[in-house]
Structure formats: structure tokens, C-alpha cells
């Protein structure tokens, strides 16, 4: 059962200048792959509580903070930060 992965306006800004300003451009597409994949199939069981309604998914170098909405299978892309 697939659910649609929305990347919202932050997060698609946050991602866009980490590819501008990094080296590792081919990384960053990569992991950003990665998480589309992983959140279409299972979101949660390939993510991480954070809190009530929020997880998180890394794929280095990438850390995504996103929502489940359950009924509509959709997961809601709001935050993307660099991890180590």
C-alpha cells in the first residue's frame, strides 16, 4: 500500500540549498531518493518518533521531519536538516 510523499515549500527549500552549498550533490539526491522510497512504503516503520504527530527519517546525509495523514495516505515532508 503506497502513500503520496508531499514535499512541502520548506522542505524543498531547505534541500535545495543544501545541493546548492554542498560538495556532495550526488549524496544529497541519493538520500532524498532514499526517503521517497522508504515513506511511500512504510512511514512508519521506516522512521522514528519524534513527538505526538511528527517523525523522522535519516538517510545520510539527509534527516527528514515529517506527518502521517493515515486516511488520506499521505506523508507531509516539513523540515530537512544535514546529519553527520
Given amino acids: 500500500m503506497k502513500y503520496g510523499v508531499v514535499w512541502e515549500d520548506n522542505a ?3 534541500i535545495a540549498a543544501e545541493f546548492v552549498s554542498g560538495n556532495d550533490k550526488v549524496s544529497i ?3 532524498s531518493y532514499q526517503i ?4 511511500e512504503s512504510d512511514p512508519v516503520g521506516n522512521g522514528e518518533p519524534l513527538s ?3 517523525f523522522y527519517i535519516d538517510r545520510p546525509p539527509l534527516r527528514a521531519i515529517y506527518s502521517i495523514n493515515a486516511n488520506a495516505k499521505r506523508v507531509d515532508i516539513g523540515r530537512i536538516r544535514r546529519i553527520p
Fill in 12 to 14: 524543498r527549500s531547505e
Fill in 29 to 31: 539526491i541519493d538520500a
Fill in 36 to 39: 521517497d522510497r522508504a515513506l
Fill in 52 to 54: 505526538e504527530a511528527l
